[in-house]
């Protein structure tokens, strides 16, 4: 399998066996030309072998540590065989219904690639993602870029009803490491996702990388991927608090250059944190104004 394997989909596993083996009910695992390669991330209970028992057709990999989201997708990239690798959250769905198996196979995966083979320059693909709940509204049609001082930017179509109006497929900025298909000979070219960040902002990151190297990314609407959203860590954690405020200052330090950088610096800092402290202090959250406090300390002192 592994000299005709095309599609290697790699996901990661930090105490969410729940969340996977759903993932892993929606995949076409009857499809002999993919491989499916779950990294468990050190979880607390040894799920991995229990992932392995209910799934015997998949490879996977238990770290005795945690890598984190690049460190995780880079163990499973040095495992893949794929010409082409789909990496996947664990908290997503490929279906919210049960689907024939036929339609499956022959449906999901497909229009990503055949947008990947139909021009060599593009390195990235991405799905049209939408959230599992309420309506499934939209959470991501492609990025606009990031503003160069503030980073700020934003998803297209977030929070919109999809009645179909973000369905033409179109080249954006970052891929959503959500869900993003890459050319395993942009990953040759560009390098394995970056590792510094542990969560958060790497895709962003490598986005930047693949592009530098001669990619475009692209946006492909003809599959939708359902995103439940932050079950590892948690919409309002001290660690989700703590990487986005380091993280975005470590972005800005490895890709702004001269006076933008130290203008970004002087905003995020000054400016985004320190409002950010005073928020989750008149919120009654001091654990994540602590952990915004740490985020620039710890930054500041690497």
Known sequence: MHQECKLSVITINYNGLEDTCALMNTLPLEDTSMEVIVVDNASHEDEATIIEQRFPQITVIRSSKNLGFAGGNNLGIQAAHGKYLFFLNNDT??????????????????????????????????????????GNPIQFAGYTPLSPITLRNHSIGFGETDYGQYNLPHPT????????????????????????YFLYYEELDWSLMIRRAGYDIWYEPAVTIYHKESQSTGQQSSMRTYYITRNRLLFVRRNNHHVSRLLSYFYLITIVASKDIIKHLINARPDLAKATFRGVNHFIKS
Do not use: T
């Open 93 to 134: 769905l490929l279906y919210l219904k049960n689907i024939d198996k036929e339609e499956r196979v022959k449906n999901i995966f497909q229009p990503l690639i055949e947008r990947l083979e139909a021009d060599s320059k593009i390195g990235i693909i991405c799905p049209k993602i939408c959230f599992s709940w309420d």
């Open 173 to 196: 900025p970052y891929a959503h490491g959500a869900a993003m298909l890459v050319r395993r000979d942009a990953i040759k070219k560009a390098g394995l996702m970056p590792e510094c």
